[in-house]
C-alpha cells in the first residue's frame, strides 16, 4: 500500500485513471464556494429545467401521491409493466421494430443504464465509437467499463453533424460499437435522416451495435421531427435511451430507460449480461416509474415551450442572436434541446485552456459556462452555453460575456 510518513494512505482505484466527468468538476466548485460567499452567478452551465421555473404538469405529481403507497416495495428489475407498456408503445409509434415489453428497462435516469450498457458490453480493449463532442457520461462510463473510447468528429461546419468518412477512418478490427447522441448534448444538432442512414450503412458492413441516446427526442424545434435511427436498422442490434428527465423536467426524479430492439438473436448473450447487472441492482426507484404511462399519455407540456411565444423558443432566438452578434464568435443555431456549443475566433482570442476561459469568466463577470475540453472537444476555444434561465438572466449573461470577450485573451 502507499504510504505517506508510516501512515497507509487510500488511494482511488487505477480504473478511474482516465475518467472525466467535468461538467461538475472544478469549475463549478469554485462557483459553489462565491455563492457560499453571497455573489451572484449567472448559472448557464447545468441542463436541469426545474430550477429555471419549467414545471411538470400537476397530473404528474398527483399521479405519483396516488401511487407512492403501491410503490414500497421493490419492483420487478425491469421495472412495472404499466412504465413498460407504456414505453413499449412510444417505441413503436416512434417506429422502433421488435421491441417487446422484456425488452425494456428502466433506470434511475438513463445514466445509470448508460453505465450498465457499457458494462455490460465492454471486454478490456474493445473500442467503442463515441462522439467528440460528446456528452461526457458516455466516454466516462466506457472507459470505466476498460473499453478503449475512439472518439469521432462532429462537423461544426456542417450543422455539427456526424463525419461519416472520420468514422470510417477510425474503424479497426477491435470496434464492437457506435454511440450517437441525437438530438445532440452539447451542441443542439439534430441529425436528419440521410446521415443516420448513413451511419446504420457503416455499422451494417462492420457489424457493430448501435448505442443511441435520444433524451432530447421530444424537445425539437422549427417543427422538425426527430428520427429514431434504430428505426432505421431492423436488422441491427440496437441500444435506445431516453427518459423523462428533460421532456417532462423531471430531472430529479430519476427516470429513464433503454430499448433493445432489432435482430436480438445476434446479441443474446450481450442480453444475458445485462439482464444479469439489472438484476444486480434490483429495480430502479419505483415511484418514479409510476408516472411513465401517465407522462407518455399525458399532457406533453414541453412542446409549448418550443414554439414562438414558448420559453425555451424564444430564449434560443435571444441567445442565439447575441453570441452571432459578438466580435469573434461563432455559432451554430440548434434545433433541439437547450445548448449552443460557440465558438471563439483563435486569431482573436487564443484560447489554450477552457478551463482557464471558464475561470476568469466566472471571477471576473460571475458567468459560469463549461468549457469544451468537458465535452471531450480537444480543440480549445469552445464552450457550451444552456439557455434555460430565465429571459432576465440570459441578458444579464449576454451584456457581461460581451465585455468579457472585449478585452479577454489568454
Ligand atoms: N444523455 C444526455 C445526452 C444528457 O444530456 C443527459 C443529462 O443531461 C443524460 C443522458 C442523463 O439523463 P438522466 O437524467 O436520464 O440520467
Known amino acids: 500500500p502507499e504510504m505517506e510518513n508510516g501512515v497507509r494512505m487510500f488511494t482511488k482505484s487505477h480504473k478511474l485513471d482516465n475518467v472525466l466527468y467535468d461538467v461538475r468538476g472544478p469549475v463549478l466548485d469554485e462557483a459553489n464556494r462565491m455563492e457560499d460567499q453571497g455573489v451572484h452567478v449567472l448559472k448557464l452551465n447545468i441542463g436541469n429545467p426545474a430550477p429555471f421555473g419549467f414545471r411538470t404538469p400537476d397530473e404528474v405529481v398527483k399521479d405519483m401521491q396516488d ?18 407498456k407504456a414505453i413499449m408503445q412510444y417505441d413503436q409509434l416512434k417506429g422502433i421494430p421488435n421491441v417487446d415489453v422484456e425488452d ?16 455490460a458490453f465492454l471486454d478490456d480493449g474493445d473500442e467503442i465509437l463515441i ?5 461526457p ?9 476498460g473499453g478503449r473510447v475512439i472518439h469521432y ?29 441525437n438530438p445532440n448534448n452539447p451542441t443542439g444538432a439534430l441529425y436528419p435522416k440521410e446521415v443516420l442512414e448513413e451511419i446504420v450503412q457503416v455499422a451494417r458492413e462492420h457489424q457493430l451495435v448501435i448505442f443511441s441516446d435520444e ?4 424537445l425539437v424545434m422549427d417543427g422538425k421531427e426527430h428520427v429514431s435511427i434504430a ?29 433493445l430492439s432489432g435482430n436480438k438473436r445476434i446479441a443474446r448473450d450481450l442480453i444475458d449480461g445485462i439482464n444479469m447487472l439489472s438484476n444486480m441492482r434490483l429495480c430502479s426507484n419505483v415511484p418514479a416509474q409510476s408516472v411513465v404511462q401517465t407522462c407518455l399519455g399525458g399532457i406533453q407540456r414541453a412542446k409549448n415551450y ?31 434541446a437547450f445548448y449552443m456549443f460557440p465558438r471563439l475566433d483563435p486569431q482573436k482570442f487564443n484560447i489554450r485552456d477552457d478551463d482557464q476561459f471558464a475561470l476568469d469568466l466566472l471571477k471576473e463577470k460571475h458567468v459560469l459556462i463549461v468549457g469544451g475540453k468537458g465535452f471531450n472537444w480537444m480543440t480549445p476555444g469552445y464552450f457550451r452555453v444552456v439557455y434555460l434561465p430565465r429571459m432576465h438572466t440570459l441578458e444579464d449573461a449576454m451584456d457581461n460575456l460581451e465585455d468579457f470577450l472585449r478585452y479577454y485573451r489568454q
Open 67 to 84: 401511487q407512492l403507497r403501491d410503490c414500497e416495495g421493490y419492483s420487478d428489475s425491469r421495472g412495472l409493466f404499466s412504465a413498460r
Open 231 to 259: 428505426s432505421l436498422a431492423p436488422d441491427l442490434f440496437c441500444i435506445t435511451f431516453n427518459g423523462l428527465s428533460k421532456s417532462h423536467m423531471i430531472a430529479g426524479y430519476r427516470i429513464g430507460w433503454m430499448s
Open 104 to 119: 425494456i428497462y428502466t433506470g434511475n435516469g438513463a445514466s445509470e443504464l448508460i453505465n450498465l450498457a457499457m458494462s
Open 153 to 181: 468528429v462532429c462537423d461544426e461546419q456542417a450543422n455539427w453533424y456526424p463525419d461519416i468518412d472520420d468514422i470510417r477512418s477510425k474503424i479497426t478490427p477491435r470496434t464492437k460499437g457506435i454511440v450517437i447522441i
Open 215 to 218: 433524451i432530447y427526442d421530444r
Open 137 to 145: 457520461l458516455w466516454t466516462a462510463s466506457a472507459t470505466l467499463a
Open 306 to 336: 418550443l414554439v414562438p411565444g414558448g420559453r425555451i423558443y424564444d430564449q434560443r432566438e435571444y441567445v442565439y442572436d447575441r453570441l452571432s452578434q459578438m466580435e469573434g464568435v461563432t455559432v451554430n443555431k440548434p434545433d433541439a
Open 131 to 135: 462522439p467528440s463532442p460528446d456528452y
